[in-house]
């Protein structure tokens, strides 16, 4: 890639997910204040260099009036971002509706497809992201789809430009074929996903789960390089996420967190620290962690004194009923386990609905002796991973579940469960609790060089450069 005067100009990506990573707060009738959001996906295109990366997403607010769409474009400009609009019906039925009430429910096994009136709505969302892209693109550029709020998008992408290199990446599970066929609109989804160059999934696993997806329910034949329909490709791989794992290394040194640390270290001092951090989803299991904290302070009395389970619920989707429910269900089992082995000075369970800003996670993840990741789903969690990241110190414990995608990278350091077995995760308390020092350096060196050598920044090199190969091979067939 050079421009006219030899100079070395980098790829534009067009990274497009359902929500831009900035959340936008109206000031005025034409001003807004934006502040960036610190997810994985973020911190993985920050990173890297070798693209420039523009995100095309919705900005996660109702803006109905043309002046505000007008101020609120150009301020997200300055971010590099740009905009979707989607009207409150619109979201309802796209969003709070087929992605979070039928999507995510059936892509963690968690519930059976209904209401599929909510597709055509669905496919209108993904086909106004479509606009968007199609209006921005130049020749070279790269398109990088993402997620299950967006497996419409390949197809509408390549049918305004059957030449636009478009890759899609699916950031939680993808079912077993059983469970995806279960959907009415299994097979358009499918042919839509296969529109693109290039599919990724975190696991090898979901890769295998789609293309038996495709030969089963479709009838195309799956190669050991991904799905080929009447002698085109397309190409299917496991590309595992990572986190940018210096940026936590380092934040442990600066003053502020190690603030926070010591404070920590003061409140807590003489127990043993478990933690918890999740978005309050029902695929984090939450309430079976917590039952099964119950169970091992119950066949534990020595313990009761000694330990505490801090347990950070970041709320989401508030306006989904299953996560109102959630919330209650949460709150009630807290309450009654607080209040049958707390005393008048301490609770064995601290409980916040809400997220806590970076340095305050970082400290958190530093005084942890063990955490507790026990996802009933999960397409990979990076809470796993910058847990390790924080732990070089204290080399503390991660139980994690067995059905989260990092099982596959840290299995071996961590204490791998069944989540649903919440006898089985008493008993890993215990175990993670009693552990002997040298076990825990062993088990968390295997985990600590993962983490640090598999970063997001790596992750998304990597795809994008596999896109950019798959598509000239795809031309050098052609021309055979
Ligand atoms: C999961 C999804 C992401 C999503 C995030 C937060 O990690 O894979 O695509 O952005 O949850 O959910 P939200 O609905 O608030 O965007």
């Known amino acids: ?5 030899g ?20 000031r005025g009738e034409e001003s807004w204040s934006l502040e960036i959001s610190g997810g994985g996906l973020v911190s993985a295109l920050l990173g890297v260099k070798e693209f420039e990366a523009r995100w095309i997403g919705w900005a996660g607010v109702n803006v109905p009036d ?25 979201v309802h039925q796209y969003y709070n509706g087929y992605c979070n009430n039928i999507l995510w429910p059936l892509f963690h096994y968690l519930g059976l497809p209904s209401f599929q009136s909510q597709f055509a709505a669905y496919k209108k969302a993904n086909q106004m992201f ?34 636009m290199k478009v890759g899609w990446f699916l950031h939680t599970p993808f079912p077993s074929s059983e469970i995806h066929r279960t959907l009415p609109s299994r097979s358009e989804l499918l042919r839509a996903v296969l529109a693109a160059d290039l599919v990724g999934f975190h696991t090898y696993d979901y890769a295998r789960h789609f293309v038996s997806a495709c030969t089963r329910i479709l009838g195309l034949e799956g190669t050991p390089e ?22 936590f290394i380092q934040a442990l040194e600066v003053p502020n967190v190690q603030e926070h640390i010591k404070e920590l270290k003061d409140r807590f001092a003489g127990r043993k620290v478990m933690l918890g951090v999740d978005r309050l989803d029902m695929i984090k299991g939450i309430p079976q962690k917590i039952l099964a904290f119950e169970k091992f302070l119950e066949e534990n009395p020595y313990w009761r004194d000694k330990v505490v389970l801090l347990q950070i619920a970041v709320p989401t989707r508030t306006d989904v009923p299953e996560y109102q429910k959630l919330t209650s269900q949460v709150h ?3 309450g009654r386990i607080n209040g049958r082995f707390g005393s008048l000075t301490a609770v064995p369970i601290h409980h916040l609905d809400r997220s806590l800003d970076f340095p305050a996670l970082c400290a958190l993840y530093a005084v942890t002796d063990v955490a507790l990741v026990t996802s009933l789903r999960d397409g990979m969690n990076l809470v796993s991973y910058e847990f390790v990241a924080c732990q070089e110190l204290k080399k503390g414990v991660l ?14 350091g961590a204490i791998l469960v069944n989540p649903w077995n919440i006898t089985e995760v008493a008993s890993s308390i215990g175990q993670a609790l009693n552990m002997s ?27 994008v450069s596999e896109l950019n190969d798959t598509v000239i091979e795809a031309q050098q067939r052609i021309r055979k």
């Open 66 to 90: 043309e002046a505000g769409q007008r101020a609120l474009t150009k301020a997200l400009a300055e971010k590099r971002c740009i905009p979707v609009f989607l009207d409150e019906e619109i």
């Open 437 to 463: 020092p040298e076990e825990r350096e062993k088990r968390h060196r295997h985990n600590f060089l993962h983490v640090t050598t598999h970063t997001a920044q790596e992750w998304a090199e990597t795809f």
């Open 7 to 26: 100079k070395p100009i980098r790829q534009r990506l067009l990274v497009v997910a359902n929500r831009l990573p900035v959340s936008a707060v109206r």
């Open 130 to 163: 479509a606009d968007v892209v199609n209006e921005h693109y130049e020749e070279g550029d790269v398109v990088w789809c993402h997620d299950y709020h967006l497996m419409f998008l390949p197809k509408c992408l390549k049918d305004y430009n059957s030449q």
């Open 332 to 334: 009630e089992i807290v």
């Open 399 to 412: 139980i994690l579940s067995e059905f989260a995608g990092a099982a596959q990278s840290l299995g071996a």
């Open 1 to 5: 890639w050079e421009r006219p005067d």
């Open 226 to 247: 991904g799905v080929e329909d009447q002698g085109r490709l397309t190409r299917v791989a496991a590309f595992p996420i990572g986190i940018d794992s210096e940026r």
